[in-house]
């Protein structure tokens, strides 16, 4: 064991072992100031007969910047995707409380809650009528639409059953069927969903929306966000 005068013996070793670990940590990379201190060895001892091909040294050199550069970028990159996520952290908790527009069909409501909607269609539909079912598949409300043009169209549901008793608390979804070309068709129902929470590190990385009724959503598959 080596000793420093003057010193304390285990000082000594400690500084040894925390100098390993260093290098453990660095061993395989190859920084840029070991490629020149490389670089300056092989012309300090190359063949004065064949000396090294300026093109190859070059070359050596450019293929060693390229492969910094791309480092640097890859740094940049991971910075700035952690920028990111950390924007959309910030935006999807500034959500908690507000209904958001999402495709799906099955929603959680309270007793005497209203129900936001819209349907979709990409063609012009008639007879269009809105089933409200409960998980047992039963109709509890029938709204009549009527006919529609292509596009989006929003309703409401006032959460009452055809009795005009209010709706139980639980799970429902929106069945909305019409004539598109004479042909009987389901068209697409969308709802908005109240946000209780959000998990900022979900299934992926993504960021996920916790929705009233239980179910989750990836805050990139939010369609709309409303004031409400």
């Known amino acids: 064991m080596e000793t420093v ?21 660095d061993r395989g990379m190859l920084t840029q100031a070991d490629f020149f201190a490389l670089l300056t060895k092989e012309l300090a001892n190359q063949d004065p007969t064949k000396p090294v091909d300026n093109n190859e040294m ?4 450019t293929a060693f910047s ?7 970028l890859n740094d940049q990159f991971d910075s700035f995707a952690s920028s ?11 959500l908690v409380g507000r209904s958001v527009l999402v495709k799906d069909n099955v929603f959680g409501m309270n007793e005497g809650e ?42 409401t549901w006032n959460g009452q059953t055809s009795n005009g008793e209010a709706a139980q608390a639980g799970a429902y979804r929106f069945r909305v069927v019409g004539l598109v070309e004479g042909k009987a068709s389901e068209l697409e129902a969308m709802t908005y969903r109240k946000v209780d929470s959000v998990t900022l590190a979900g299934a992926g990385g993504n960021i996920m929306l916790n929705l009233n009724g ?15």
Do not use: C
């Open 84 to 94: 990111m996520t950390s924007s959309q952290a910030l935006q999807a908790s500034s």
């Open 66 to 72: 390229t492969t910094d550069g791309v480092q640097k």
């Open 114 to 155: 209203n129900v936001k909607g819209k349907l979709v269609t990409d063609k012009p539909a008639s007879n269009v009528v809105i089933y409200v079912e409960n998980t047992a598949g039963e109709v509890i409300q029938t709204v009549p639409v009527g006919s529609v043009d292509k596009g989006e169209f929003g309703f």
């Open 5 to 25: 005068k003057g010193g304390n013996p285990l000082e000594a070793m400690r500084w040894q072992k925390d100098d390993y670990k260093v290098a453990e940590q």
């Open 214 to 228: 239980g179910s989750a959503m990836a805050l990139a598959d939010v369609v709309e966000v409303s004031e409400t």
């Open 58 to 61: 070059i070359s050596q050199m």
